[in-house]
C-alpha cells in the first residue's frame, strides 16, 4: 500500500485542463482515422460512386428541366450551376448530417473504453464527411467552371467562411441529432419525415427570392434554405440572397448548446442506448 | 497509482429507490505492487474496474489517477471488425500517445499473426482477435493493468507467453484485479482485498484475504 503523502504533488488544476486538451485532441484525431478507414470499407467502387452519385443526380434533374418542363433556367445563364450549388449543397449537408448523427449508435461499442465520449466520435465523423463533401465541391465546381468555361465562385472570402459556417451547422444539427436519436429511437423516423419538406423549401429548385412574401415568410426559417443561400451569394455576381449569415449562426450556437446539454444529462443512457439498426439515409 | 477518496457508487433502479454497491471507499491501489480484490459475484467486481478505468463516474467522492492505465484485460470493444489489425493497433496508438512502429513490431512478434495482420479482423477466428488484443494491450507498455474477473483467451501456447510476459515485467507494470477466483491473486498478486456488502477491506497478505474471502463466499446448502 502507498501512503498519501505520494498524492501531495497534485498537479496544479491548470495543467490537469491542458493534459485533458491534449488527450481530447489525440482521440478526435484517432478517431477521424479510423472513421477515413472505415468509410469505404476497403471497396474501390465506393470511392468512385461518391463522385459518380451526385453527378446521376444533377444529370437527371438537367434533364427533367430541359426535356419535360421545357422552362427557362430559374437563374442565371446555366441551370447547371444553380442545379449544383442548390442540390449537390442541399444533399451534401443532409448527408453529413445524417451520417455524423449516427455516430454515437454506431460506435457503441467504443464507449466501455472509459477515454472516448461520445460526442468525439460525431465531431470525427462531421470533419470527415465534411472533408469528402468538400473534395466533391471542388470536383464539381472545377468540371463545372471547365466545361462552361465560366466563373463560379466569385466571392472566394466568402465563400469559405460560408463553408466553416455550413461545417458548424452540420456539427450542431449532427450533435443533436446524435444526442437525441440514441435516446428516443422515434426521432430517426421524424428527422426521415422531415426530410421531404426540408428539402422542398430549401431553394434547391426555385429562387427563393422570386418567391411570394406570405410563401417567403414560411420558408426563412429552414436553415437548409440558408446553407444553400449562403453558398449561392458567393457563386452569382448579381444573385439577390435571402440567406442570412447570423440566423445561421444563432441557430446552430442554440442546436449545439441544446445537444451539449442533453449529452451531459443523458451521458449514461446515450452510452447503454441500442442500435435500431436503421440503414437507409438517402431520400 | 490509483486514489480513491471516499468513493461510493449508487445505482437508481426502477421504483426509483437508490441502492449502494460500495460506499466509502477510501483506498490508494497499485503503485508498486500488484493488487487483486475478492469479491463473490454480484458484489461490484465490473463497477470497481469500471471507476479504475474511467468508464463510470462515482456518484461521490473522486478518482485521481496516476501513469496510464490500462482498459480492462478481457475488453474487446476497442477492436473493429471492419478494420485490419494494423489498423486497429494504429487507432490505440493514436488514442494513446504511443509510437506505433514500435508497439507493431512487438505485435507481430508477441501474437504470432504473421500475414494476417493485414487482413480484415472478420476473417480472424475468435482465438485470433484475443491475440490481437491481448497483445495491444501489452504493446501500449501500461503502468497498471486492470482485469475484470479472469485473463482468458488465446490458446494454450499464447497462455503461457502472456504468464512468461508477466512474470518478466513484473517490476514495470501493476495488475489491479477485480475477482472471485483466489487463485490469481496467488499467482499475481502481493497485495489483497476483500469487497463484500459495499465495504472494501485491505490486507497485508494475499493468504489473509483469501481466508476472510472464504469466509464470506461460503454457499450454505
Known sequence: MTSRAEFEARPAEMDVVWRGARMNTRVIV?????????????????????????????????????????????????????????????????????????????????????????????????????????????????????????????????????????????????????????????????????????????????????????????IIWNPFLHCVEELRSNSYLDYISVGDPYYLLSFSTVTLLLALSVERLFRKEIINSREDGGEDDDL | MILFEDIGKAYRNRKGTISWVMRHIDTSFASRDSVGILAPPGQGKTTLINLAAGNEMPSEGRIYRQGHVSWPYSFRGNISAKLSGRQNLRFLCDIYGRNFAEAYDFVAEFSDLGRYLDKAMKVYSNEMRWRLSISSLFAMNFDIILVDDSMEGGDMNFRRKCVEYIQQNRDKQAFFIATSNPVMLTRYCQVGGVLNDGKLTMYDSIDRAIAEFNKVNLVLV
Open chain 1, 30 to 218: 484517432a478517431l477521424i482515422f479510423r472513421e477515413a478507414a472505415m468509410r469505404f470499407g476497403g471497396n474501390p467502387f465506393s470511392y468512385v460512386w461518391t463522385f459518380v452519385e451526385p453527378g446521376i443526380l444533377v444529370a437527371l434533374l438537367l434533364f427533367v428541366r430541359t426535356y419535360v418542363q421545357t422552362a427557362t433556367p430559374a437563374f442565371g445563364e446555366s441551370s447547371m450551376v444553380f442545379l449544383l450549388t442548390g442540390v449537390v449543397v442541399f444533399r451534401a449537408t443532409r448527408n453529413i448530417i445524417n451520417k455524423a448523427g449516427r455516430a454515437i449508435i454506431n460506435n457503441r461499442a467504443l464507449f466501455d473504453f472509459g477515454v472516448i465520449k461520445p460526442l468525439d466520435t460525431v465531431i470525427a465523423r462531421t470533419i470527415v464527411e465534411f472533408t469528402i463533401w468538400l473534395l466533391v465541391l471542388t470536383f464539381f465546381f472545377a468540371a463545372v467552371s471547365r466545361i462552361l468555361g465560366q466563373e463560379i465562385i466569385t466571392d472566394f472570402q466568402g465563400f469559405v467562411l460560408a463553408l466553416l459556417l455550413i461545417l458548424y451547422f452540420c456539427l450542431s444539427v449532427a450533435m443533436l441529432n446524435a444526442t437525441i436519436g440514441a435516446l428516443v429511437p422515434f426521432w430517426s423516423d421524424v428527422w426521415k419525415i422531415l426530410n421531404i419538406p426540408l428539402m422542398m423549401t430549401s431553394g434547391v429548385l426555385f429562387v427563393p427570392a422570386q418567391m411570394p412574401p406570405e410563401m417567403l415568410s414560411i
